[in-house]
Each structure stands twice: as structure tokens, then as C-alpha cells.
């Protein structure tokens, strides 16, 4: 039995999704499923502002979220920049998170949206 320094519960799993300890930078995630899924969301992204431009220039298609309607009304061409930033602020913060399942949900609801827009045009 060693009686050593007691060890934290961080330490022990460090290298695995822990939160950094004291002392420790944040590292980038380096699996390959995660960067999957993370281009996989950028690319979703880009379609489904593309996508979107194209279904609202045919008549009698409007946008279902409503919290989209709203930017498109106010920011006219611009309304995918809230959009960018929520997208950015996505990829940041799932890099920090020790689970997988938001940035899942949020490729399931990415690609949703795309063949939602592809079905209308």
C-alpha cells in the first residue's frame, strides 16, 4: 500500500474528456468520431443556409422557426449571422464537454433541417 500524495479523481482520468486540473491547459480533442461529427456540423450548417436561401425564393415556403423568421426579418440578407455565431459557439464549447451526445443531437437536427429544405425545393 502506498501513502502517497492522494490523487484526484481528475488526474486519474485526465487524457480522457476530464475537465483540465489546476496546473493543466485545455487540450483539443484528438479522436476521430469527434472531429467527424464536428465537420459534419459545419458542413450541415452550410447547407442548411444554402438550402434555406433557395426553398424561401420559391413562393408559398416560408421559415418554421420562428426565432429564424425573426433574423430574417430584421437582418434581411444578413439573417444567417446569428446562425454563424450560435454554430461557432457550438464548436467551441462541445470541445470542452467530456460527453458526445450534444454535438450528435446537433448533427441529427443539422441534417433534419437540410432534408426539410430539400424536400421543399
Known sequence: MAYGRPRSVYSLRSGLGAAPTRGQAHRWPD??????LLSLFVGLQIADIITTNYALAIPGIWEANP??????ATLGDAWW????AVAGYLCVATSFWSRRWPMIFAVSVSGMAVLSNLIHL
Open 31 to 36: 479522436s476521430r468520431p469527434y472531429w467527424l
Open 81 to 84: 449571422l446569428p446562425k454563424l
Open 67 to 72: 426565432l429564424m423568421a425573426l433574423s430574417q
